[in-house]
């Protein structure tokens, strides 16, 4: 799995050459990185299903852009004001917040432009351009965010609803854009990441309980039972992934990030 870091970092140190004087923050915002996630979970899911991964290598690179964007606006003080990310000072706190807008605005641009550029025939690059402007855009992510925002004492059903949005869909991406790539579209798929998803923003939950944020699983519906709604999202994911790949570098992958 550590190839496959090395393999990301140096496709994204590859993009951002190109950035004159944005280079050195756009260097900031993506490295050292943070755990990869959603690029690693793509070039694994390819892998078992024995697909060279340079095929997804943009891809993979370019969600994790539009990734390291939502944090870096997340952190803004108009929105979560938050001041550390990733074990060093936020962007807005590194270089301005106008920089922090700016560098947010052109990962997610570029994201685009690198996904435009991927080495896939163009009905492949087509879908995956539509799958990750509808689940990153005003119908996905950034839906889950302005629901996040105007929520106040939410219930169970309405949490799940930020969290299918605010995570569950960027982890889509990274899922179904490896289905199409290694031509094997189904529903699953779809099921896989909102299993894991919800499990993954619940863990997030639970390591964060000491924030008291307002709108968190724990607040809607208890420690306890947030706790055993993340074991049993786990679960499920991990046999699904199992029936669809086995007990490959996806499983293993899952397994140790959830
Ligand atoms: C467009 C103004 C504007 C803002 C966009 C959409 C958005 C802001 C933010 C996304 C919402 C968000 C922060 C969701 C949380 C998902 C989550 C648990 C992120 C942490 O992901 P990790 O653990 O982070 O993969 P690392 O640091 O490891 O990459």
């Known amino acids: 799995m550590m190839d496959f870091v090395n393999i990301i970092n140096n496709k994204l140190q590859e993009f951002i050459n190109d950035y004159q004087e944005l280079k050195e923050p756009m260097e900031y915002a993506l490295f050292p990185?943070?755990?990869?996630?959603?690029?690693?979970?793509?070039?694994?899911?390819?892998?078992?299903?024995?697909?060279?991964?340079?095929?997804?290598?943009?891809v993979a690179c370019a969600i994790e852009m539009i990734h390291t964007y939502s944090l870096i606006h997340d952190d803004l003080p108009a929105m979560d004001n938050d001041d550390m990310r990733r074990g060093k000072p936020s962007m807005h706190i590194a270089y301005g917040e106008n920089i922090a807008i700016l560098v947010g605005d052109a990962l997610l641009t570029e994201s685009f432009y690198w996904l435009s550029k991927a080495n896939l025939p163009d009905h492949q690059k087509v879908k995956i351009i539509n799958l990750i402007a509808k689940y990153t855009g005003a119908r996905g992510m950034i839906r889950g965010q302005v629901l996040d925002i105007k929520s106040f004492n939410v219930n169970y059903e309405e949490i799940l609803e930020i969290y299918q949005h605010k995570t569950v869909d960027l982890i889509a991406c990274a899922i179904l854009s490896a289905a199409i790539i290694g031509d094997v579209e189904d529903p699953a798929w779809y099921e896989i990441a909102t299993e894991l998803g919800k499990a993954f923003q619940i863990k997030d939950d639970l390591d964060d309980v000491d924030k008291n944020e307002e709108s968190t699983i724990i607040k809607a519906i208890g420690m306890q039972n947030a706790q055993e709604l993340f074991y049993k999202c786990r679960v499920k994911c991990l046999n699904l992934i199992n029936d669809k790949l086995g007990k490959e570098k996806t499983y293993k992958l899952v397994e140790t990030v959830l």
């Open 33 to 58: 990185g943070g755990k990869r996630f959603r690029p690693l979970l793509l070039l694994s899911i390819l892998d078992d299903l024995k697909k060279d991964i340079n095929l997804g290598l943009e």
